[in-house]
């Protein structure tokens, strides 16, 4: 059983920052990529940003240059950290990750239970 734990959602006024955490646990191998998605109320779920094994890097337009993605390998953790907040960046964001629990075995992917994020302005 795996489980993605998030954390540091919360209310900020525009042009704050939070930083977002994500931990897996439970029966883990290896985990390859690691994203953050984000869904407001009435629109679909959007990637927001995205960090691979080695390491690369993706990121949604609208995030680019505001939001960092990292993760630390060792705790496997990932890390959304967000500055320059809008009022738009309002929303659930959720955590995903590419999980395989055994040598050679199928990846599956995770999601966590998501955490709110409210910019006022």
């Known amino acids: 059983q795996v489980q993605l734990v998030e954390s540091g959602g919360g209310l900020v006024q525009a042009g704050g920052s939070l930083r977002l955490s994500c931990a897996a646990s439970g029966r883990i191998f290896s985990i390859n990529t690691m994203a953050w998605y984000r869904q407001a109320p009435g629109k679909q779920r959007e990637l927001v940003a995205s960090?691979?094994?080695?390491?690369?890097?993706n990121y949604a337009n609208s995030v680019k240059g505001r939001f960092t993605i990292s993760r630390d390998s060792a705790k496997n953790t990932v890390y959304l950290q967000m500055n320059s907040l809008k009022p738009e960046d309002t929303a659930v964001y959720y955590c995903?990750?590419?999980?395989?629990?055994?040598?050679?075995?199928?990846?599956?992917?995770?999601w966590g239970q998501g955490t709110q994020v409210t910019v006022s302005s």
């Open positions: 995903n990750a590419g999980i395989r629990y055994a040598p050679g075995v199928v990846e599956y992917a995770y």
């Open positions: 960090i691979t094994s080695s390491l690369s890097t």
